[in-house]
């Protein structure tokens, strides 16, 4: 599956509506509320971080923000650091929480419509 999501995806829109795959201004929006339920400083977990857009407007606004993406080529493009894990497989899991012991924020955003019917249990179970 994630040969699915390389560069044809994510800048030519192959398979999506992405064309030259950018930053979304309404990321800083996003976390703008966030800061409003959630004070700076706590630690949140991303998954499906793509180039790390939305991490990236964390962290500049305080919070220790971590993600995983599925996609080698969106990783690889990353503007922060995104660890590339399958959010079905949890062998990432266990690392990721040993060197921080836990997250006080999970978010995610246009992730589970891409996850396949047979696998979406597994993804929300782990």
Known sequence: MEDLYDEGYWEHGHGSNYHNYGDDPGWKGTVKVLTQFVPP???LFETASAK???LKK???????????????????????????????DPSWVEPLL??????????SWEFLEHVPHENLCDVVNN
């Open 52 to 54: 790390g857009y939305f």
């Open 58 to 88: 964390a962290q500049d606004a305080g919070y220790g923000a971590v993600g995983i993406d599925l996609s080698e080529y969106a990783v690889s493009k990353a503007v922060v650091p995104v660890i590339h894990a399958d959010a079905a």
């Open 98 to 107: 040993k060197d921080r012991g836990g997250f006080d924020i999970v978010c």
């Open 41 to 43: 400083r706590a630690l």
